[in-house]
């Protein structure tokens, strides 16, 4: 954690230089509380609660017009994901139980039961994209729309909780059952508020979705006699952002 927070202050202090360079770049911070859960396109995977995360970075304006801007940054996004619940059997974390084979002292991830749900947290460097319209200024107050906004993000970490049947664990490393880049699209509004004529406070609601599959598929363990089958399911995450935030 030290050496992201490290990283962290090295990319706040490449973007300031960056800006003395550029007269129409304006750059902020933000930390903002999220909340996600997950869904799948089969019907026998469903949502079973949410996650509270976290998104931690530095964003850059790019104003074309007084009103109008290319919005980009880079972020590191904690904690994503949500519960899913399986109504059969398998083995939905393959990478973890190959891990786990050589260690028959620890739990066994290979044989999840019916009903039994895995609670997927997820971490992320993101990359977003996005174009902010706002309103002209009201006393100290601007209002913003950012549409569309698309995001690149690359998977850092990965872990789960287990629970039910004949497997409960928690926070167990499934990092190689997340797929490895996710690429989301999302919207938001806000609101600016001037406290002078280089400082903003930035707040807004923002929500996002995953376009592309983020669990890698598994094994559904057939009936008695039965052959097993492929768990070929998307699986995909949505979340809520509380964005709140400082603009220099």
């Keep these: 954690m030290m050496k992201k927070i490290l990283t962290f202050c090295l990319f706040i202090t490449l973007a300031w230089s960056a800006q003395a360079q550029v007269s129409n770049l304006k750059l902020g911070i933000q930390a903002s509380p999220t909340f996600s859960w997950m869904t799948t396109n089969n019907n026998n ?3 079973d ?10 964003t850059g304006q790019y104003y074309f017009s007084e009103n109008y801007s290319l919005v980009s940054g880079i972020s590191l996004l904690l904690n994503q994901g949500g519960g899913l619940k399986y109504d059969y059997a398998g083995n939905f974390l393959e990478k973890a139980a190959e891990d786990r084979a050589t260690t028959p002292t620890v739990t066994q991830l290979d044989s999840i039961s019916t009903g039994s749900t895995i609670k997927f947290k997820a971490q992320y460097i993101e990359i977003p994209f996005s174009i902010r319209l706002r309103t002209n200024e009201f006393g100290y107050l ?4 950012e549409l569309p906004m698309f995001t690149l993000a690359f998977n850092t970490q990965g872990r789960g909780d287990i629970s039910g049947g004949n497997v409960v664990s928690e926070n167990e490393n499934i990092s190689d059952d997340i797929v490895p880049i996710a690429f989301r699209w999302g919207l938001g509004a806000g609101v600016e508020y001037s406290i002078s004529e280089n400082l903003s406070l930035v ?3 923002y929500y996002n979705s995953t376009l ?6 598994g094994v559904i363990f057939g009936a008695a006699g039965a052959s097993n089958t492929e768990e070929d399911s998307k699986a995909t995450t949505q979340s809520i952002t509380i964005r709140i935030g400082v603009v220099f």
């Design 45 to 47: 995977i469903t949502s």
């Design 49 to 58: 609660g949410t996650v509270a995360g976290f998104n931690l970075g530095i």
């Design 142 to 145: 601007r209002y913003f729309a």
């Design 203 to 205: 707040g807004g609601v």
């Design 212 to 217: 592309t599959d983020v669990v890698r598929d």
